[in-house]
């Protein structure tokens, strides 16, 4: 009986610690920066900080190799802009072979493990896509994401996986819809809704989960009068009542409504997986680490406590977005899109966070090994000049070709005045291009010093020796001038 009992307690200990740390926890990663860091750096910060799962945005060797013998759980996938290519099955069959079987070997990559809190061993999945159905695409990939998951799906089987790993597909919640706002009345958008009764249909016959990506932040961001305290999971606020059912946070309704939308599919109890949640800490009014540390406070003891939703009691499944800052993210959707990170550019922790969920706030481990450049800064120097008919076009080429989201209304570094922000622009170009002599010129009007030029809550970053090739995309863009010459039209009247 002694003996019995002792057993008991263990299992009991080790059943709080693997359902309260996370065994459901893991992180988003993504890698659209200028200066990214080493993949095994980005490893060691995972683990430090007890995170065993991640998911990535495509199956680049480099960031796997990283992750062999890590034993860390890995979810990999294919970006939207390849997914016309595995409409071929031949293509798809290589792409398994190349992504998928060469990394799963004993001491290898992990895809699968034993979930305590569902008691059992579940596969690991691959995501097929990412938000392809997004209302901004304008339909470019409704119908190739169907037959691209079905052919990555066949490949999986054919090559002896199947039962290891399923392919799904990343959705945001903008899928599904509500006319009342209320989840009993959601359901798959109608434009879309064909495809979408073809994907679910198939991931239940499949038995892979429906990946949504839930936002509480846009709601607040797109909507003036939605109201601030429904964005959190700390009860704060006034609830909404449907069916009986009481609905404190947007969360919470968000995801019953895609509940509703399934039961309305046919699909009632297809597994349901949190693929991105989070809260940026820049670029917007709503987004500063106050507000990040708030959200994330009250989804960390959500997790703990193991709730659920009210339609769906119980664990949840859910990666954090994001991991590390990205400064080559469109910025169409919203300056803040480059300030998701629970860490900064160079991997340090921003504001405390419990992933325990237990109450026990603290900063997180920062990344090792990180080598910062030299510390100077790039700022305007000819305050004489700054009437000058060339400071406008200097301006947006910095910000064309760096990232001066934090300079935008509510952020961080709003409240500089006029020389303070074409210094932050110049500096922001200045570190974008690894502190190149060359790249602190702009006509003679900026020099380089050592003293910093950080101001109050604006800090003027130092950039780090990048472990990649600078990432060449549509990160930078059209946007990001744009955002340059408004930035310029509104501190020229100051």
């Known amino acids: 009986m002694a003996q019995r009992g002792a057993f008991s307690w263990v299992f009991f200990?080790?059943?709080?610690?693997?359902?309260?740390?996370?065994?459901?926890?893991?992180?988003?990663?993504?890698?659209?920066?200028?200066?990214?860091?080493?993949?095994?750096?980005v490893v060691g910060m995972l683990k430090d900080n007890g995170i065993n799962k991640v998911k990535l945005f495509d199956s680049d060797s480099w960031t796997l190799k990283a992750l062999v013998g890590s034993g860390m759980e890995v979810m990999v996938a294919i970006p939207n802009k390849d997914l016309k290519t595995y409409l071929k099955y031949k293509k798809a069959k290589k792409w398994v072979k190349?992504?998928?079987?060469?990394?799963?070997?004993?001491?290898?990559?992990?895809?699968?493990?034993?979930?305590?809190?569902?008691?059992?061993?579940?596969?690991?999945?691959?995501?097929?896509?990412?938000?392809?159905?997004?209302?901004?695409?304008?339909?470019?990939?409704?119908?190739?994401?169907?037959?691209?998951?079905?052919?990555i799906q066949k490949a999986l089987e054919e090559a002896g996986l199947g039962d290891k790993v399923k392919a799904t597909v990343a959705l945001n919640a903008d899928v599904y819809q509500s006319a009342s706002n209320k989840p009993s009345d959601g359901d798959f958008r109608g434009d879309i809704k064909d495809r979408m009764l073809e994907i679910v249909r198939f991931l239940n016959e499949k038995n892979s989960p429906f990946v949504v990506n839930i936002y509480p932040f846009l709601s607040l961001y797109?909507?003036?009068?939605?109201?601030?305290?429904?964005?959190?999971?700390?009860?704060?606020?006034?609830?909404?009542?449907?069916?009986?059912?009481?609905?404190?946070?947007?969360?919470?309704?968000?995801?019953?409504?895609?509940?509703?939308?399934?039961?309305?599919?046919?699909?009632?109890?297809?597994?349901?997986?949190?693929?991105?949640?989070?809260?940026?800490?820049?670029?917007?009014?709503?987004?500063?680490?106050?507000?990040?540390?708030?959200?994330?406070?009250?989804?960390?003891?959500?997790?703990?406590?193991?709730?659920?939703t009210p339609l769906r009691p119980g664990?949840?499944?859910?990666?954090?977005?994001?991991?590390?800052?990205?400064?080559?993210?469109?910025?169409?959707?919203?300056?803040?899109?480059?300030?998701?990170?629970i860490f900064s550019f160079d991997g340090k922790p921003k504001f405390p966070i419990d992933f325990s969920g237990k109450g026990q706030s603290k900063m997180p481990v920062a990344a090792?090994?990180?080598?910062?450049?030299?510390?100077?800064?790039?700022?305007?120097?000819?305050?004489?000049?700054?009437?000058?008919?060339k400071l406008g076009d200097l301006v947006n080429y910095a910000c064309s070709n760096a990232d001066c989201t934090a300079l935008g209304y509510g952020s961080s570094c709003n409240n500089l005045d006029r020389n303070g922000n074409i210094s932050y622009a110049f500096n922001m170009y200045f570190q974008m291009q690894s502190q190149d002599v060359q790249a602190c010129d702009f006509?003679?009007?900026?020099?380089?010093?050592?003293?910093?030029?950080?101001?109050?809550?604006?800090?003027?970053?130092?950039?780090?020796?990048?472990?990649?090739?600078?990432?060449?995309?549509?990160?930078?863009?059209?946007?990001?001038?744009?955002?340059?010459?408004?930035?310029?039209?509104?501190?020229?009247?100051?």
């Not at 664990?315 to 990170?341: C, I, Q, T």
């Open 315 to 341: 664990g949840l499944s859910v990666y954090l977005f994001g991991l590390v800052d990205e400064d080559m993210k469109s910025v169409a959707p919203g300056n803040f899109e480059r300030h998701w990170g």
């Open 443 to 494: 006509d003679g009007m900026a020099t380089i010093t050592t003293k910093n030029a950080s101001t109050g809550t604006c800090l003027f970053p130092i950039q780090i020796m990048s472990a990649g090739v600078r990432v060449i995309g549509d990160g930078i863009s059209a946007a990001a001038g744009f955002v340059g010459l408004v930035l310029f039209g509104i501190f020229g009247l100051m």
């Open 368 to 389: 090792k090994g990180v080598v910062p450049l030299e510390s100077r800064w790039c700022v305007f120097g000819k305050p004489e000049m700054k009437n000058s008919s």
């Open 222 to 308: 797109q909507n003036p009068d939605f109201p601030v305290d429904y964005a959190f999971l700390d009860d704060r606020g006034e609830s909404i009542e449907d069916d009986g059912i009481e609905y404190s946070n947007v969360f919470d309704a968000n995801l019953d409504t895609l509940v509703w939308a399934l039961r309305k599919s046919e699909v009632p109890d297809l597994k349901i997986l949190v693929g991105e949640i989070g809260w940026p800490t820049d670029g917007d009014k709503f987004a500063n680490r106050t507000l990040a540390k708030r959200f994330y406070d009250g989804l960390m003891k959500k997790l703990a406590t193991g709730a659920g």
């Open 13 to 41: 200990l080790l059943v709080s610690f693997f359902t309260s740390h996370g065994d459901a926890l893991g992180v988003n990663w993504g890698t659209q920066a200028s200066h990214t860091l080493h993949p095994s750096i």
């Open 98 to 151: 190349d992504s998928i079987s060469k990394h799963l070997y004993d001491g290898g990559v992990m895809m699968t493990g034993f979930k305590f809190y569902s008691w059992r061993f579940e596969p690991g999945y691959v995501a097929v896509g990412n938000e392809p159905f997004l209302t901004s695409y304008n339909g470019s990939f409704v119908n190739i994401t169907f037959p691209a998951l079905t052919n």
